[in-house]
């Protein structure tokens, strides 16, 4: 009897036994090789690119305008001015100009007290000036119009030399001044220019060196 219970109790171990092992083997996952001909490598995509022309911008380093306003001429009073301008810009920042202008003299407070003196003939009058300067563009900018629109500018030093012809005599001058410059298109500017010519002249009797200062408002096309 005692031999029988114990075949029965080894029959059941061994069976409990055999069923475990069988799902614990099932738990263990399966390594499968990888094939020796896999490709690995990371896979790109094909984007087609698009061919980018650049356009072929013009330089426009020339410009011509007009200008006109007003021209205070020592001992003579305040009176119109026009003239026409040629510039060319050498680099982003320097440029150089060329300035035409006349304007006309008016009377002096001698004149006015007594009109029968003459100081100068109605040719006399006239003043004319031949400018070479050089100028520099020294504080480039925008200004705002509202929130939609905003225009390029620059301030801007000019100096140089000239002919003066007053008083149907033609005078060395100096000139120097400061102006700012607003594009308002890719080929149009507007120009302020305030400007003052200094020559030795002797009109009034005795020699001096005379200041005659400018105020102008011009427009130039680029080309």
């Not at 020339?62 to 001015?81: C, H, K, R």
């Amino acid at each position: 009897m005692e031999i029988r219970l114990g075949s029965v109790l080894l029959i059941a171990a061994l069976t409990s036994g055999c069923s475990w092992f069988h799902r614990g083997a099932k738990a263990q996952p399966e390594i499968v090789p990888e094939p020796a001909d896999a490709d690995t490598s990371i896979i790109s995509p094909q984007v087609q690119r698009r061919v980018v022309k650049t356009p072929k911008i013009k330089a426009k380093n020339f410009e011509v305008g007009v200008n006109f306003g007003a021209l205070s001429i020592q001992d003579f009073g305040t009176n119109p001015l026009y003239g026409v301008r040629l510039a060319y810009h050498v680099t982003e920042d320097i440029f150089l100009e060329a300035d035409v202008a006349r304007s006309k003299a008016g009377t002096t407070s001698l004149q006015d007290v007594f009109p029968n003196i003459t100081v100068l003939s109605e040719s006399g009058r006239r003043f004319t000036y031949y400018d070479l300067d050089v100028g520099y563009n020294v504080l480039p900018g925008e200004v705002f119009l509202g929130r939609g629109r905003a225009f390029n500018t620059a301030l801007y030093a000019v100096v140089g030399m000239g002919a003066v012809k007053f008083a149907e005599t033609d005078k060395f001058a100096l000139n120097f001044g400061v102006g700012t410059r607003i594009l308002l298109t890719d080929w149009l500017d507007m120009h302020l220019d305030v400007k003052d010519h200094v020559f030795e002249t002797d009109i009034t009797g005795r020699t001096k060196n005379v200041h005659n200062i400018e105020a102008t408002l011009g427009f130039a096309y680029f080309f």
